[in-house]
Antibody
Framework: EVQLVESGGGLVKPGGSLRLSCAASGFSFSSYSMNWVRQAPGKGLEWVSSISSGSSYIYSADSVKGRFTISRDNAKNSLYLQMDGLRAEDTAVYYC????????????????WGQGTLVTVSS | DIVLTQSPGTLSLSPGERATLSCRASQSVSSSYLAWYQQKPGQAPRLLIYGASSRATGIPDRFSGSGSGTDFTLTISRLEPEDFAVYYCQQYGRSPETFGQGTKVDIK
């Protein structure tokens, strides 16, 4: 059974930092690119960042560029998101996801999502 | 960036009715890398359609996708009670991978 389990969310003050983790199991984690997608309360889905299978390619949304850093450890089947300089508008549920995309190998038949971890930025 | 605009914002229908959801892209979506997701409160998104028209594993055949280029449609042929939810389109052909703002299908 495929599982993606996020952790590390919580309440943080503006300007603070958090590190989200995502533990993957049940599929060949090292073969696929991975994403972070977020959803602010009552709002739609927003892609945050993607990392290729071997970490050679990293892309991030303009809204988080220079503040958030995606990384992965294939030996530990884990994905991370280091979030620095947090702002109120970063308040959201953060999902770890392995989905179809242009970074995936051809024919990749994947669509896996975690249940999300809530990040609240407030003083 | 490719901007995806979904319409309508809310669709109020009764069980058994047909739902037609639209997703328009600001630029052509390469190789029909267009997906549709369903999301219910408190849950992660669930993939319904990929490649504009291919149903994901386990998705009932009342869900169908069509379109190419800049205009895409998700059709639910006969709404079941469990289909009332929010639906998002997503393009995944290039970075940034963008989502539409969503269409809420609620019970009339």
């Amino acid at each position: 059974e495929v599982q993606l389990v996020e952790s590390g969310g919580g309440l943080v003050k503006p300007g603070g930092s958090l590190r989200l983790s995502c533990a993957a199991s049940g599929f060949s984690f090292s073969s696929y690119s991975m994403n972070w997608v977020r959803q602010a309360p009552g709002k739609g889905l927003e892609w945050v960042s993607s990392i290729s299978s071997g970490s050679s390619y990293i892309y991030s949304a303009d809204s988080v560029k220079g503040r958030f850093t995606i990384s992965r450890d294939n030996a530990k089947n884990s994905l991370y998101l280091q979030m620095d300089g947090l702002r109120a508008e970063d308040t959201a549920v953060y999902y770890c996801a392995c989905t179809r995309g242009w970074l995936q190998p051809p024919g990749a038949n994947v669509d896996y999502w975690g249940q999300g971890t809530l990040v609240t930025v407030s003083s | 960036d490719i901007v995806l605009t979904q319409s309508p914002g809310t669709l109020s229908l009764s069980p058994g009715e047909r739902a037609t959801l639209s997703c328009r892209a600001s630029q052509s979506v390469s190789s029909s890398y267009l997906a549709w997701y369903q999301q219910k409160p408190g849950q992660a998104p669930r993939l319904l359609i990929y490649g504009a028209s291919s149903r994901a594993t386990g998705i009932p055949d009342r869900f169908s996708g069509s379109g190419s280029g800049t205009d895409f449609t998700l059709t639910i042929s006969r709404l079941e009670p469990e289909d009332f939810a929010v639906y998002y389109c997503q393009q995944y052909g290039r970075s940034p991978e963008t989502f539409g703002q969503g269409t809420k299908v609620d019970i009339k």
